[in-house]
């Protein structure tokens, strides 16, 4: 729904975290008893609502032939709403996963994990547990980080002189020299 003010768009509280079936009664549509959530064919990514976070169970499904295509819808779906949270990829192609974290602006790449309980960090992927995903400067955000308790905590750092090792020149651009020249 937008807001008459700002004409920004936000999630519509009256679908958040409702049932599928009454969602669909809601929009006048009928479905089984026993329908647990709802599916969508994706039409103009960037542009429809739901190209944005549902919180609900409704999922938007979004075609694209060519990995090209498929980072492109990325980018689309991101600028409409997520920028800096997340992207999952179902490949074993390495080049594929590579041009997918190369392009996309966000803090995480799901690489082949169910990507609802594994952006919030998983035994199965080594990121820190959370509820809160941090989406950088992308999302308007002061980290990318998965959000945990060292977050909400102070720290301070006691820095004391230490011995000055300052390298050389020749020990700092040495190798580079060798290859390229002064």
């Not at 647990?36 to 609900?56: A, D, Q």
């Not at 075609?63 to 920028?83: C, F, W």
Request: net charge positive; hydrophobic share 40%.
């Amino acid at each position: 729904m937008a807001n008459a003010k700002t004409g920004e768009v936000t999630l519509n509280p009256k679908v958040v975290a409702i049932s599928a079936r009454r969602i669909a009664a809601d929009a006048g549509i009928t479905v089984p008893d026993t329908t647990r959530m709802l599916m969508v064919i994706g039409e103009k990514p960037g542009e429809e609502r739901f190209s944005g976070e549902k919180i609900s169970p409704v999922l938007a499904l979004w075609r694209y032939q060519t990995i090209d295509d498929a980072i492109e819808l990325i980018g689309k779906l991101h600028r409409y709403a997520g920028l800096g949270h997340s992207v999952g990829i179902y490949s074993f192609n390495a080049d594929y996963i590579h041009r997918v974290a190369s392009a996309a602006k966000v803090s995480r790449i799901l690489v082949r994990q169910a990507h609802a309980p594994s952006a919030g960090g998983h035994f199965h992927n080594g990121m820190p547990s959370t509820v809160t995903l941090g989406c950088g400067t992308w999302g308007g955000n002061i980290t990318t980080e998965n959000i945990h308790w060292k977050h909400f905590i102070n720290v301070t750092w006691v820095s004391e002189p230490l011995p000055v090792v300052k390298p050389t020149e020749e020990e700092i651009w040495g190798s580079l020299w060798s290859k390229y020249g002064r």
